[in-house]
């Protein structure tokens, strides 16, 4: 491949190479190759015998770790499911799985006991939960999806802007926790510590809401 590359201006075309540019060699193609090989293994909860061999380089590698695609990017890692209070943006619950896990498949271990007779708003995303959410208790608020067969009614996309009203507050964690506490990506291997990792991040946050909630009090003069 690294000679075609070289030799043939129709290699340089096709992989958008020009002249000037550097022709990856021999050993760069191969280990390219090969990690795409790893890649497609682990994504089927395989280990690549070049690993097996190598017990060292083995314990660098996240096995436990999954892809998921949003936004049309790839993301190799883990999820936070978050279970959110809509009245005081805390954190009340979560569960960490890898990143290919939906998210309505975590509802049933977030809703508790005490979450009866309250509303649960989610996205479209938690569709199909209905079981779930009665039998929890709770008042289903989450919101509607329409299709080109079957067109949202205006009451239907009324219902939606108002529970999007609370839902977005999850929105708005997820955003602060990646924009000013850099917390979405992590840097550790295996289930644990991750877990560890994230359940730490939601805790910080929590301890950064509380301080402002209570400066808002503090300037209100209620406390």
């Keep these: 491949m690294e000679y075609q590359m070289t030799d043939r201006l129709s290699f340089k075309r096709f992989l958008g190479l020009k002249s000037s540019d550097k022709v990856p060699d021999a050993k760069t193609i191969w280990k390219f190759r090969e990690t795409l090989d790893e890649n497609q293994q682990i994504k089927k909860g395989e280990t690549s015998e070049s690993w097996k061999a190598k017990p060292n380089k083995l314990r660098q590698k996240d096995r436990d770790a999954r892809w998921t695609?949003?936004?049309?990017?790839?993301?190799?890692?883990?999820?936070?499911?978050?279970?959110?209070?809509?009245?005081?943006?805390?954190?009340?619950?979560?569960?960490?799985?890898?990143?290919?896990?939906?998210?309505?498949?975590?509802?049933?271990?977030?809703?508790?006991?005490?979450?009866?007779?309250?509303c649960l708003y989610a996205d479209a995303a938690y569709i199909g939960q209905e079981e779930t959410i009665d039998e929890g208790g709770m008042t289903d608020m989450v919101q509607e999806?329409?299709?080109?067969?079957?067109?949202?009614?205006?009451?239907?996309?009324?219902?939606?802007?108002?529970?999007?009203?609370?839902?977005?507050?999850?929105?708005?964690?997820?955003?602060?926790?990646?924009?000013?506490?850099?917390?979405?990506?992590?840097?550790?291997?295996?289930?644990?510590?991750?877990?560890a990792k994230i359940g730490l991040a939601n805790l910080t946050y929590n301890m950064m809401r509380c301080a402002q909630l209570n400066k808002v009090i503090h300037d209100a003069g209620l406390g």
């Design 69 to 118: 695609k949003k936004n049309k990017m790839s993301f190799y890692g883990y999820k936070n499911h978050v279970k959110v209070d809509k009245g005081a943006k805390l954190i009340r619950d979560y569960m960490v799985t890898d990143a290919s896990v939906h998210d309505s498949q975590e509802l049933e271990t977030l809703i508790r006991k005490d979450d009866e007779g309250q």
């Design 145 to 195: 999806k329409g299709n080109r067969s079957h067109k949202l009614t205006e009451l239907q996309k009324i219902s939606n802007r108002a529970k999007a009203r609370y839902h977005s507050r999850v929105e708005h964690i997820i955003g602060f926790m990646t924009n000013t506490m850099n917390a979405m990506y992590i840097r550790t291997i295996g289930y644990a510590r991750a877990t």
